[in-house]
């Protein structure tokens, strides 16, 4: 098993660090591939991901990555976006499940439903032009990519409760129409209980009513969107991970950014980075991953927790609790 490890910058710096340590308490045997892409890369070459960079990657199994920061030049690749396209990782998973202790904005802790965001098309399509006057994005819908993430998305709720829920906005954007129409076909060849919902009102019901909800499919920006939504019922982005899911590789983040505005200070919630190695346990078919649960229910019961869960411990003390519970529990 080959890992690439790409901390980027910012939080991903300090998250990354302590998620490995995690990683390394299940003494597996992995060769860990590091490569600095981001920020920092583009400030000295003028690339934030190389095409050297890339091979490099793809000559690895899966990915562990941090976070970047988006550069300010337009003409410059998105690390993320690139990867993802390149490496074809058209299912972006991302669970949303509350942790024991942990209350988030509603006060409830009854859902656990996965958002599965279709992770290739869609407003990311980079087919765009920038102008002074005028300036567009091209929103790209294919029968291809909407068949293979409801294929994926019925998959999942066939091992869960068969619930699927698919999100869009076809009253306002045609193009859903034909990702609607794909993702209802998909469900019913599958016999998947499905409903649709329009974004707008997706995101009103997940806030109200979330224990309803088992699999959410949706296009790639609404998944974006609602997912961040979505780490505020469980009571910070710090604490929601996900998995970027091809037929060949795979790739695992926490849901959120760099973070600059608390970057550097050592305080930054490396759960979310922890269970994205959880997920990659998963993924790998490792039967003790769920280790990882235990552990970050014990540090949460300890009340180890950084300042965005109402704590003060620091970033490195509450990786280095979970990784010396996984160390003495294995
Ligand atoms: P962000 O997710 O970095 O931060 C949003 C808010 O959540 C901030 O207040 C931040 O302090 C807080 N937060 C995020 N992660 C946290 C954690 N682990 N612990 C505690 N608090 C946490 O979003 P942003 O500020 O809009 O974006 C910053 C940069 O990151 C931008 O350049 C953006 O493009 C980039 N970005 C990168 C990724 C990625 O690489 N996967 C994802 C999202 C945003
Ligand atoms: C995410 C991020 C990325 C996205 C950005 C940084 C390109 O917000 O992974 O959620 O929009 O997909
Ligand atoms: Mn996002």
Known sequence: MKLA???????????IPVAVKVLDAFGLEFE????????TQWERTGTAISSDDLE?????????????TTVPDPNCKSVLLTIRKEL???????????????????????FDFIIVRENTEGLY???EEIGSDISWTKRVVTRRSSERIAEYACKLAKKRKNKLTIVHKSNVLKSDKLFLDVCRQTASANNVEYKDMLVDSMAYNLMMHPERYDIVVTTNLFGDILSDMCAALV????????????DKYAFFEPVHGSAPDIAGKGIANPLAAILSVKM???????PRSQIIDEAITHVLQKKIITPDLGGTASTMEVGN????YVRKNI
């Open 125 to 127: 399509s980079g087919i």
């Open 5 to 15: 490890v790409i901390e980027g910058d910012g939080i991903g710096r300090e998250v």
């Open 56 to 68: 490099i990657i793809k000559g690895c199994d899966a990915v562990l990555f941090g976070a970047v």
């Open 321 to 324: 609790a979970v990784a010396e």
């Open 32 to 39: 860990k591939v590091p490569l600095e892409l981001g920020y």
């Open 88 to 110: 074809d990782l058209y299912a972006n998973v991302r669970p949303v499940k509350p942790l024991p202790c942990i209350i988030g904005v509603t006060g409830r802790n009854d």
């Open 235 to 246: 009571g910070s982005l710090g604490l929601v991970p996900s998995a970027n899911i091809g």
């Open 280 to 286: 990659l346990l998963e993924w790998m078919g490792e």
